[in-house]
């Protein structure tokens, strides 16, 4: 059980570092455009050649030829780690132009084939992680927040309070959530900035789903309220404030954890839902969704298989986070017993 | 009958609460389908008040509201500004087909989990069990619109079934059985990823159920008199075990509806869903509100029915001993 959720752990922080150093990781900017290479193969990373082994991998060039496109034998291009490339910034503080991995021109190396502008979709997969696990994360941190508030106001003061909190969390309960979010998307702004366009889905899909989680803590607040030593701190003159910060909210943090752990795969897929709707992030900037939409057109669909990696990204973050919420939730559930 | 009354009094205040979020959402919008109009250097900026006056929208929040809620009741959703007709014949010619989809959907999810729970429930810890929970947490966890995708390219690939729309070309000319054939063919691939998504909810909820009456002392008691083991399992802990897994149902509902419109814009099914998504690009804001009470009429109509279920399911409702929740 502990080693199972040790290796999970470490399963998503390599996930999340691999994105938040996505700009030394990845060899090129996520939209730098290579037009004359639209849906080129992942290139393939040779270590042999005609002369036999070599230690340092190499690529050939790629060029199109009527409709495939064929590698040029005639010239090797060794892989170079840690050489100079394009600048980047790492979240937005540390400037580098020093990449994991770079080829020297004219070649270009792409891991995972390259979208209908040329564009790497390796590198675009790790800066789109960056937006997409991003929204994800915020919103669950809104919801959460939102949640707890409205919980433990509704499970502390209980009476009219409670009921109509949780009138109103039923409600949004019963939505079917997704129109509701598409509707309260429709209500705001189509054309905005990437940035804008990115705190406003946050909030958005942060704020619709309050419900679950207040309800959730309301109910630890309210079997923590009439716990014994709390009724014996408001004997001895506490104040709710304090009740509230000391005693009653620590109880609910195993609950929010688990919640975080559900709540976050869920709003990357609904940012990813929104961005391949063509509501949320709009190209050039990458995120899981927006990469997908191209698939929409189902000749791209069935003829470039490598445009499925952001499905996968999507599947993997997704059963990580499964996997750890139910393993905090057996936790939680022997520990309280 | 009061449990009834209780029930539809409840229902109603729901939809009364969405379509006035709904509607309070409208105000806080910055930006309309006119905002856009005038960015137009072609219309005049008359024309635009003048349409504006002409379809109400000068009028304070609360009057537009009681006048729509007003016009709501009879049948009547307001106008599509964008489709420049109507906007309850084009919601609801939409929503025959996304209820055929999400019904058919529905029936076939309960269909296939409601057995296949009460037998991994039964044959608890052995492989069968273990094999059903690896899978559905498989299912649990990839997002849905993953799954709508990978079919997708699994069905244009593979060719096996028609893809795109619910009705071949020259429709018109088949038989009426050829007509069936047809659109059950189309239908194939949205319901597919719909019950895929949808299933292993139902199938761990109606498990961890039908699990814990097992362990029960009558069912002990039964064993123990030699009743058989199929018998055990679907006359006398299913029915038991169904109060929990109807409560589900009308919970499955709403997922169900919210991923039908998902998996309509994917796959190209003419329902509410594809229709919905122009009217948010094309910011038609009374046809999107309009969707969404309807989903949320479809919803609150479920779990109505989910009520009434458990009042033919649960004798312990019927004579009032305790109460439902």
Redesign the interface.
């Known amino acids: 059980m502990r080693i199972n959720t040790l290796v999970l752990l470490l399963a998503l922080a390599i996930l999340h570092l691999l994105v938040i150093f996505a700009g030394f990781i990845a060899p090129y900017g996520p939209s730098v455009q290579n037009r004359e290479l639209p849906y080129a193969p992942p290139t393939r990373v040779h270590f042999v050649d005609t002369s036999g082994f070599h230690l340092r991998p190499f690529v050939y060039s790629q060029t199109l030829t009527l409709d495939s496109y064929k590698e040029d034998r005639t010239r090797e291009y060794p892989l170079h780690l840690f050489a100079r490339g394009e600048t980047y910034t790492i979240v937005g503080i540390f400037r580098s132009n020093i990449h994991l991995f770079q080829v020297a021109e004219p070649p270009r190396i792409f891991l995972f084939g390259a979208d209908g502008y040329g564009r790497d979709e390796f590198s675009r997969l790790l800066y789109g992680g960056q937006i997409s696990l991003a929204a994800g994360i915020l919103a669950t941190l809104l919801s959460l927040a939102a949640g707890t508030i409205i919980g433990t106001i509704s499970g502390y003061y209980g009476k009219w309070v409670d009921e109509s909190l949780m009138g109103s969390a039923e409600l949004f309960l019963s939505l079917p959530w997704f129109y509701f979010l598409i509707a309260v998307r429709a209500f705001l702004p189509l054309h905005l900035s990437p940035v804008e366009t990115f705190l406003l889905l946050i909030c958005v899909i942060g704020l619709i789903g309050w419900a679950r989680p207040a309800r959730l803590v309301r109910g630890v607040v309210l079997s923590a309220r009439s716990r014994n030593f709390v009724s014996a701190a408001r004997g001895f003159g506490a104040s709710d404030l304090y009740l509230l910060r000391r005693h009653i909210f620590p109880e609910t943090f195993g609950v929010l954890l688990t919640q975080a752990a559900l709540l976050v795969p869920q709003y990357v897929a609904a940012e990813a839902t929104l961005s391949f709707f063509g509501l949320g992030v709009s190209e050039p900037e990458p995120s899981w969704g927006n990469m997908l939409s191209t698939l929409q057109q189902y000749n791209v669909l069935v003829s470039y298989a490598w445009l499925l990696t952001p499905a996968a990204a999507l599947v993997i973050t997704s059963v990580i986070y499964w996997l750890l919420a139910d393993a905090l939730h057996s936790r939680l559930k022997s520990h309280s017993i | 009958m009061k449990y009834l009354l209780r029930r539809l009094l409840r229902a109603a205040?729901?939809l009364i609460?969405?379509s006035a979020?709904?509607f309070l959402?409208?105000e806080?919008?910055?930006?309309s389908f006119f905002d856009e109009m005038r960015l137009n250097p072609q219309i005049s900026p008359e024309t635009v008040t003048a349409l504006r006056a002409r379809y109400g929208l000068d009028q304070p929040l609360i009057v537009r509201y009681s006048r729509w809620m007003a016009s709501v009741v009879r049948g009547d959703f307001g106008y599509s500004i964008a489709y420049n007709s109507p906007v309850a014949p084009l919601l609801w010619t939409r929503a025959k087909n996304t209820l055929l989809l999400t019904g058919t959907a529905t029936f076939l999810v309960w269909l296939i989990a409601v057995p296949l729970a009460a037998w991994t429930a039964a044959s608890h810890g052995r492989w069968l069990d273990k094999a059903a929970a690896v899978v559905s947490?498989?299912l649990?966890?990839?997002?849905?619109?993953?799954i709508a995708?990978?079919l997708?390219?699994l069905a244009?690939?593979t060719r096996l079934v028609p893809?795109?729309g619910m009705r071949s070309l020259g429709f018109q000319e088949f038989s009426t059985w050829g007509q069936i054939q047809d659109i059950a063919q189309r239908m194939v691939l949205p319901t597919a990823v719909l019950v895929l998504s949808s299933i292993a909810v139902v199938e761990r909820h109606v498990r961890a159920s039908v699990l814990e009456v097992l362990q029960m002392p009558y069912i002990q008691a039964a064993r123990g008199l030699g009743i058989s083991r199929t018998r055990l399992l679907f006359r006398y802990a299913l029915p038991v075990a169904a109060n929990p897994a109807i409560s589900l149902f009308?919970?499955s509902l709403?997922?169900l509806?919210?991923?039908s419109?998902?998996v309509e814009?994917?796959t190209g099914w003419p329902g509410?869903g594809p229709l919905?998504?122009d009217?948010?690009?094309s910011?038609d804001?009374l046809l999107?509100?309009g969707?969404?009470l309807l989903?949320?009429l479809?919803?609150?109509a479920g779990?109505f029915i989910a009520d009434v279920l458990l009042l033919a399911f649960d004798p312990r409702i019927r004579t009032g001993e305790s109460h439902a929740n």
Not at chain 2, 28 to 31: C, I, K, L
Not at chain 2, 140 to 146: A, C, G, H, N, T
């Open positions: 205040l729901l609460g969405v979020l709904c959402f409208t806080m919008a910055p930006g947490s498989v649990i966890s990839v997002p849905e619109i993953v995708i990978a997708l390219a244009v690939r893809v795109g009308g919970f709403a997922t509806l919210s991923g419109l998902l814009v994917v509410l919905i998504l009217a948010t690009l910011r804001l999107v509100i969707g969404v989903s949320a479809f919803m609150v779990n």
